[in-house]
């Protein structure tokens, strides 16, 4: 079974410029999740997706993140305008859960992200 | 709130010695626990988990036993390699969200 796809692995930009990043979940798997991980940090989850609900987007920085995930499939998260502090490595994570079931596990199975480099 | 507190990095053995990782939690309901582990350059991979008290994970030679008594969930191997030298995370779930430890760098020495 493939894993979670992201791409690009790398990516480098100057700052203002805009970027995207796209995301593949695991075949099957309902729940989409974008995470930003800073160097020596654990994850810090951006948005979460049920199908395709954006179902918590509480830590995405609305004035300069988006992300949308048409077809409750793949996903794409974007910067405009990307600022120096934006670098950082971005995760996507996906998972299988019964939301109205009592004995989901929420186990969450990650790719291999995307490096931003803001310069 | 929620929240994981792992032993602090880097933790530096020698090939073949024997390895805990140390977690702990504090948790308002019943959790399922994990340990990831991120290689350097990759992203994070599921190392094993548990989802209730008493569970044992158990991954590529790596276990942790879900302790509710002592809200601990301690990494161990007995006999760890230059390939595992990386960095584990901690983590629990608190509904959807995982609630991650700081990580520990791990560096073996051979």
């Known amino acids: 079974e493939a894993g979670v796809v992201q791409s690009p692995r790398y990516k480098i930009i100057e700052k203002k410029q805009p970027v995207a990043f796209w995301c593949n979940p695991i075949?099957?798997?309902?729940?989409l999740y974008w995470y930003r991980q800073n160097l020596g940090q654990g994850p810090e989850l951006l948005i979460r997706?049920?199908?395709?609900?954006?179902?918590?987007d509480s830590q995405l920085p609305k004035d300069r993140f988006s992300a949308e995930r048409l077809k409750g499939v793949d996903s794409t998260l974007k910067i405009q305008p990307a600022e120096l502090g934006d670098s950082a490595v971005y995760l996507c994570?996906?998972?299988?859960?019964?939301?109205?079931?009592?004995?989901?596990?929420?186990?969450?199975?990650f790719g291999p992200g995307t490096r931003l480099t803001v310069l | 709130g929620d929240s994981v507190t792992q032993m602090e990095g880097p933790v530096t053995l020698s090939e073949e010695a024997f390895l805990t990782i140390n977690c702990t939690y504090t948790?308002?309901?019943?959790?399922?626990l994990f340990w990831y582990v991120q290689y350097p350059g990759e992203g994070l991979q599921l190392l094993l988990k548990?989802?209730?008290a008493d569970d044992k994970g158990s991954n590529k030679g790596f276990e942790a036993t879900y302790r509710k008594e002592t809200t601990s969930f301690h990494l161990e191997k007995g006999s760890v390699q230059v390939s595992d030298s990386a960095v584990y995370f901690c983590?629990?779930?608190?509904?959807?969200?995982?609630?991650w430890g700081a990580g520990t760098k791990l560096i073996i020495k051979p």
């Open positions: 548990a989802t209730k």
């Open positions: 983590a629990l779930s608190d509904n959807y969200q995982l609630i």
């Open positions: 948790a308002t309901g019943y959790p399922s």
């Open positions: 075949s099957g798997h309902n729940t």
């Open positions: 997706y049920e199908n395709e609900e954006a179902v918590d």
């Open positions: 994570a996906s998972s299988l859960e019964w939301w109205h079931l009592p004995n989901s596990t929420y186990t969450q199975y």
